[in-house]
């Protein structure tokens, strides 16, 4: 099935640093949503985004919803050693696919204290 | 709480069985969905369901099998066709087929 470009696949970093992630599709998006995973649990909902240019803050994590509705970015401000994990994003198409969510590989994310 | 709930944690299958996993939620949430995590690839959709009663075949429904008879439940039955079982299962649940999805804690398959 259709699967979203994300990216960087992996990330290792100092605590205290930015992260940013992005992903990206060749198709219109409606709704563009940024999960967490830690591991061995299932991923929590971290932001969703429902308009173009739509930039939405949820503590330390900032997403933006790309004005071309191909993107989308997260940023992780000052890192601490809990922000380990895997990022998805997921987007529900503009049209067609049944309205199904379509995902994003993921990014891992690991902080060095 | 609120939430979904999956069991059991682990589970494990010998050649040949069927397995069920359960997925109850007490969201009211109409829509509800399976999906398999292996390393590396992401999530990838087995079935959906949207309604009590009716569901649908995701990107990989094969070897696998799935009833909605009640609102709050949807259970996924690996059956022995599937030839290579041994993931992690993640069920979740959504008001409705567009609003975002939110997911259990997962069912780890292994294969004896």
């Known amino acids: 099935g259709q699967q979203l470009n994300q990216s960087p696949q992996s990330m290792f970093i100092q605590e205290g640093e930015d992260v940013s992630m992005n992903c990206t599709s060749s198709?219109?998006?409606?709704?563009w949503l940024w999960y967490k995973q830690d591991p061995g649990e299932g991923p929590v909902l971290l932001i969703a985004l429902y308009k173009a240019g739509e930039l939405t803050s949820n503590g330390r994590l900032t997403a933006q919803f790309g004005i071309t509705r191909k993107d989308s970015f997260l940023n992780i401000s000052a890192s601490i050693p809990s922000d380990v994990g895997i990022y998805f994003c997921a987007g529900l198409p503009n049209a067609g696919n049944n309205r199904k969510l379509i995902w994003g590989l993921g990014t891992s994310l690991a902080v060095n204290p | 709480d609120g939430g979904i709930t999956q069991s059991p944690k682990y589970l494990f299958r010998k050649e040949g069985q069927n397995v069920t996993l359960s997925c109850e939620q007490n969201?009211?949430?109409?829509?509800m969905y399976w999906y398999r995590q292996d390393p590396g690839q992401g999530l990838r959709l087995i079935y959906y369901?949207?309604?009590?009663?009716?569901?649908q075949k995701g990107d990989i429904a094969e070897g696998y099998s799935v009833s909605r008879e009640k609102k709050e439940s949807f259970p996924l039955t690996v059956t022995s066709a599937q030839k290579n079982p041994t993931a992690f299962y993640l069920c979740a649940s959504s008001t409705q087929g567009d609003q975002p999805q939110h997911f259990g804690d997962g069912t780890r398959l292994s294969i004896l």
């Open positions: 369901s949207q309604i009590v009663n009716d569901f």
């Open positions: 969201l009211n949430h109409d829509a």
């Open positions: 198709s219109i998006f409606n709704t």
